[in-house]
């Protein structure tokens, strides 16, 4: 059976990874050709700076992709029909009895638009989650890859509850858990190692940990530089640690705003997965708008602060330890995630590691949806 893999950008790394290791482990079970699961990794390039893409296939262990578009940035128009262009050679030469997709970018709908066209079958890794903010761009990219993809592979009950409210069949739907999880939990002797913290002359518990890219928060000067100026009255009092995103490193450019600091806040270039978690697992607070550093929080029991008015994890909010936040509001936020607890809420059901096992029996329990009805 060939399965066509798709990572686009960074998040897109952390989720493909357990599955090509799964797959992996699933062939060295078989004896060779009976039954052999044949993965071929496309990176279709929407990263391609090394610290964006390069660095997480060496630290995540990620063989070389197979195919690579190099689509590189864009508008959404541009960068999703290139990826669309390209993808579409692939399925016509390769023939996938599945394409798999994860996440919520623009990679993720192009190649599900590609696929369903084709006629080939769509797994969605981390379906029906919902911001109900059609603003983000993400959430265009949620519905439409859901309205297509065959086999729904889900992270928690409320993305269950999405889907079925949108008309979605039950039988399509897979409760599988959090595929990140899996690749926190293969890591975390590693990051841990890297005392990341203790590197950057930081104690643990006595430093935030920021990252801010998405464009309702970067793309505006008056709410970036609020926002710096919040950084900066937080470091008065905590250190903050700020890997700064390429997107959001034009922004500070663009709008005269990159010398904008004070000697409590370490701006510096984006790090690797290794680091990340480490800062995560051992600051006393992250403050973010990334999707998935607000489960990797929650995983850590981390208290986090997300900058939006919405979140498509609510689970990280009812269970973990995340809370919105807004600018209006953050001051006091923050204040208060100083003055509670250093580990906050609890880790969700099925985030234990072994959603890539489970998103391959269901994958090859589900009957090829499409059948006689193939193009070719
Ligand atoms: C993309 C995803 C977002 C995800 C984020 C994680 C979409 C719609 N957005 O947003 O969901 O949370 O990745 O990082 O798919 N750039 C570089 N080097 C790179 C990549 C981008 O310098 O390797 C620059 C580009 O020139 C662009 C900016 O960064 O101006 C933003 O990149 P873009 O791909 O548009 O989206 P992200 O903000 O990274």
New binding site residues.
Partial sequence: MKLVLVA????NFMKVAPLLHAVARANERRTAGNGALRPVLVHTG????IM??EVFFRELNIPDPDINLEVG?GT?AA?TAAVMVRFEDVCRKDRPDWVIVVG????TLACTLVAAKLGIPVAHVEAGLRSFDRTM??EI?RLVTDVLADLLLTPSPDADENLLREGVPPERIRRVGNIMIDTLVANLPRARARRTHDRLGLEAGRYAYVTL?R?SNVDRPDSLEAILGNLIRLSRDLPVVFPV???TQ?SLEAFGLDGVTSPGLRKIPPVGYHDSLCLTENARLVLTD??GLQEESTYFRTPCLTLRPNTERPVTVTEGSNRLTSLQSLAGDIQAVLDGPRRLGRVPDLWDGRTADRILTALLQTPNPSGPHWPW
């Avoid at 686009?8 to 998040?11: E, I, K, S, T």
């Avoid at 919520?104 to 990679?107: T, Y």
């Fill in positions: 686009g950008d960074r998040p929407q990263h391609y700076d964006m893409s940035s959404h960068q919520d970018v623009n990679s761009p993400e990219n890219h464009p995103h390429p997107r034009k990334s999707g």
